[in-house]
Structures are given as structure tokens and as C-alpha cells.
């Protein structure tokens, strides 16, 4: 029996862009990255054997654009075999109830992110006071609402696999959101990063939309445990990636990252935790 699925009410176009808006990346041959306004969707499995899954699902109103880019890259009436989901934050949520309905794929996810896919609980309100200009202040119209994905929403395994993507294991990420995770392949060391870390200041209007390059901590105005944000960026620093794809900002590889995620680990208090804001705590540790 399929259940009711629907948006949250707040859920509502968001009139923010970027210079890569519309752009795809092939990163490697089985890794496409595609920018949706400010934030990347990616396709992931090879275009010749047909079996491939979408990793997260873009800003509200994009489907057409979701479903258009897929089917370019693997052909008319493909599907993917499964979405998954790096976390629920409105900008990686944007079209999953017309691709859910469109395609009929499941979609999987972190059970402690399940509250709010499942319409149960908001996410805390997007912080506009906190250090971080323009963008911060325009977070007050982010939807914060869950959406309900009801039965087509299932946990992603205990054992660290991620269905249908062979080769790639889910990573727990928390900070951002409480049950954000990570994709890794140990035998490329490709990594998609959510936003664990992105690689422009999404913090500046100005950077978002040039996409300048910079290995940053998670968006800020969205983000609650900064000490649980930074242990994760260690984790994956760890992981020593070669080539990541970030929720916001271009795909980074080789020296640039590995100096930018341990600049980033090392500096996490400078670089990411904002100076004031009402999910800061500097004093913590
Ligand atoms: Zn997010
Ligand atoms: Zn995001």
C-alpha cells in the first residue's frame, strides 16, 4: 500500500544561483556531478552498464531538470535503482516526492535522520544572526518543515554498504545534521561528501555564486553541533580521499584537497565555527 507522500508547507522555489548552475562534471567515468542552482545532485554507476543510483535530489522545483539530466546521461525511461540521500536539508530534498513518484525507487537514509523525512520533526530554524553575511540572512525563507516519504524511506544498512552502489560504503557524518553521512570507495578513494564540508564559502553571497574554491566547513546557518561537524571532517580527512564531491561548490581532487581538508582539520575553529550564533558554543571544549 503506498502511503502519502508530500513536502513540508514551507516548501517553496528558492531564487538563489550560481555560475555552475545547469553545469554537469563527469569526475570520473562513474561519478557525475550536476549543479541544481547552489547545490549538487550526483549520478553515480557507469552510463554502459545502465545500473546507477541518484545521490541526493537537488532544490524544490527541480525534477524536470533531475529527470532531463538523467536520461541524457543514461537514456531515455532510465531510472536509477535507488536514491540516496547524504541527509534531509530542503536543498537535497528539493524534488524527491515527483522523483519518488515518477520513478517508484526507494530511498534510503541515516535512521536519525528518519524524523524528519518522516514528518515527525523540523529541523531547528536556520539561524540568521549567525557570523556569515548574506546568505545566512536570506536562511529565514530556507524550509525547515519535514517531508514524508512514508514507506519508501529505508535505512541504509548496518553493515555499511549502500544499496546498489557496489564498491562504496556509508560513512556517519553528524554535526550538519544528526544523521548526515558520507560515501566512500576505498579503491579509488572517491569520496561524496554531503555537506560535511563543501568547497566554496557558502556563507558569501558573493563566492556562491562565483563558486570560489575553499575547502570550508559545513554551510552555517544550517548547522547545530559544530564539535560533532568537526569530528567528522577528521574522519574523513583520515580517509585520506583523492577526488570529493561536495554538496555545494565544484568537485576538488589531489593536492588541493588533501591540503584543504587538513588546513580545514586543523583550523576548524577559524575556518568553520562562526564567532557568534545561537548554535555556538565556543567554549565548549
Ligand atoms: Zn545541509
Ligand atoms: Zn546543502
Given at each position: 500500500m503506498d502511503q502519502e507522500i508530500s513536502y513540508g508547507s514551507d516548501y517553496k522555489f528558492i531564487p538563489a544561483t550560481s555560475i555552475a548552475s545547469g553545469i554537469g562534471i563527469e569526475v570520473l567515468p562513474d561519478l557525475y556531478s550536476h549543479t541544481i542552482q547552489i547545490v549538487n545532485i550526483c549520478l553515480v554507476g557507469n552510463p554502459e552498464t545502465k545500473n546507477f543510483v541518484l545521490v541526493d535530489a537537488g532544490m524544490p522545483e527541480s525534477a524536470n531538470e533531475i529527470i532531463s539530466v538523467t536520461e541524457d546521461r543514461f537514456g531515455a525511461n532510465s531510472r536509477p535503482q535507488a536514491i540516496i540521500l547524504t541527509h534531509g536539508h530542503f536543498d537535497h530534498v528539493g524534488a524527491i516526492i515527483e522523483l519518488v513518484k515518477h520513478w517508484n525507487v526507494p530511498v534510503y537514509a541515516h535512521e536519525l535522520e528518519f524524523p524528519f523525512l518522516t514528518g515527525k520533526i523540523s529541523y531547528p530554524e536556520p539561524d540568521?544572526?549567525?557570523?556569515?553575511g548574506l546568505v545566512a540572512k536570506m536562511s529565514p525563507m530556507f524550509p525547515n518543515e519535514p517531508i514524508n516519504l512514508g514507506n519508501h524511506i529505508q535505512s541504509l544498512p548496518s553493515d555499511g554498504s549502500v544499496p546498489h552502489l557496489s564498491g562504496y560504503r556509508w560513512i556517519?557524518?553528524?554535526?550538519?545534521?544528526?544523521g548526515h553521512v558520507s560515501l566512500f570507495r576505498?579503491?579509488?578513494?572517491?569520496?561524496?561528501?554531503g555537506d560535511a564540508f563543501?568547497?566554496?564559502?557558502?556563507?558569501?553571497l558573493y563566492k556562491v555564486l562565483t563558486q570560489e574554491m575553499e575547502v570550508n566547513?559545513?554551510?552555517?546557518?544550517?548547522?547545530?553541533?559544530w564539535q560533532a561537524a568537526w569530528e567528522s571532517v577528521r574522519k574523513l580527512e583520515a580517509l585520506q580521499p583523492t577526488t570529493a564531491v561536495t554538496g555545494h561548490g565544484m568537485p576538488l581532487s589531489g593536492e588541493m584537497l588533501a591540503n584543504g581538508l587538513k588546513k580545514l582539520v586543523n583550523d576548524f575553529e577559524q575556518i568553520a565555527i562562526p564567532d557568534y550564533g545561537k548554535y555556538v558554543n565556543k567554549n565548549k571544549h
Open positions: 540568521p544572526t549567525v557570523e556569515g556517519h557524518t553528524p554535526g550538519h545534521s544528526p576505498d579503491q579509488d578513494r572517491s569520496l561524496i561528501a563543501i568547497t566554496v564559502k557558502q556563507d558569501s566547513g559545513p554551510p552555517r546557518y544550517l548547522t547545530t553541533d
